[in-house]
């Protein structure tokens, strides 16, 4: 039979803009946070991650903000770029867990 | 850059037949895992191994799947008896520590018909 996705929420930036995308989490023993781009028919790439007793960390154009206070995290892209169109998925992991648990998703689009 | 690799990229199975997804994870990594992802829906876990036994594993994971290290290099999952909802894209991962900085590998695209 048909499978029916989950309507994803969608960010659509200009090319050469900031993107912001959010996640928010649920589980308040999550102490390990992670970021991965995923590409149509590819695996999800590894873009940034995050411990729980930082609240910010930055790599290459991105930066990860995380807010323990109301369980949110979020992936800021600077200078959006064509390349950077894909969907986006947070994942959290427990201190002692061994698996990363995956959020919905969110598509970015980068309008040139 | 070191990768994890998967093969097949796609298998097509018929209802009832047995599957084995082969991947090889990073060669320094020592935790390995397995997730699936049905089309346009998320990333979800199935099984992380770790010095040869599994050390979490979901309830998707039940007596159909099983997973191996055969050898020093491969990670296997096998399904035992493929139903149609298995049909998904099935994604391998290591880490070289405990549940973090996972790679993951390009994935198999399972069809069940």
């Known amino acids: 039979g048909e499978s029916v996705g989950l309507h994803l929420p969608t960010l659509s930036v200009q090319e050469g803009d900031n993107s912001i995308i959010n996640c928010a989490y649920s589980?308040?023993?999550?102490?390990?946070f992670i970021w991965y781009k995923q590409e149509s028919g590819k695996g999800p790439q590894f873009i940034i991650d995050i411990r729980s007793n930082m609240d910010k960390r930055q790599g290459q154009r991105v930066t990860v903000l995380l807010n323990k206070t109301v369980k949110h995290l979020s992936l800021q892209i600077a200078a959006t770029q064509p390349g950077d169109s894909a969907v986006y998925f947070c994942a959290e992991n427990t201190q002692y867990g061994n698996k990363l648990v995956f959020g919905a998703g969110t598509i970015l689009r980068v309008k040139s | 850059e070191p990768e994890v690799t998967q093969t097949p990229s796609h298998q097509v199975t018929q209802m009832g037949q047995e599957v084995i997804l082969r991947c090889v994870p990073i060669?320094?990594?020592?935790?390995f895992y397995w997730y699936r992802q049905i089309l346009g829906q998320k990333v979800e876990f199935l099984v992380s191994?770790?010095?040869?036994?599994?050390?979490?594993k979901s309830e998707i994971f039940d007596d159909q799947f099983s997973v191996e290290r055969p050898d020093g290099s491969n990670f296997t999952l096998k399904i035992r008896s493929t139903k149609l909802e298995d049909s998904a894209m099935y994604f391998c991962?290591?880490?070289?520590?405990?549940?973090?900085?996972?790679?993951f590998g390009q994935g198999t695209r399972l069809t069940v018909v």
């Open positions: 060669s320094n990594h020592l935790y």
């Open positions: 991962a290591s880490s070289e520590t405990r549940g973090v900085k996972a790679f």
């Open positions: 191994f770790y010095n040869n036994e599994i050390s979490e």
């Open positions: 589980n308040s023993a999550s102490d390990y």
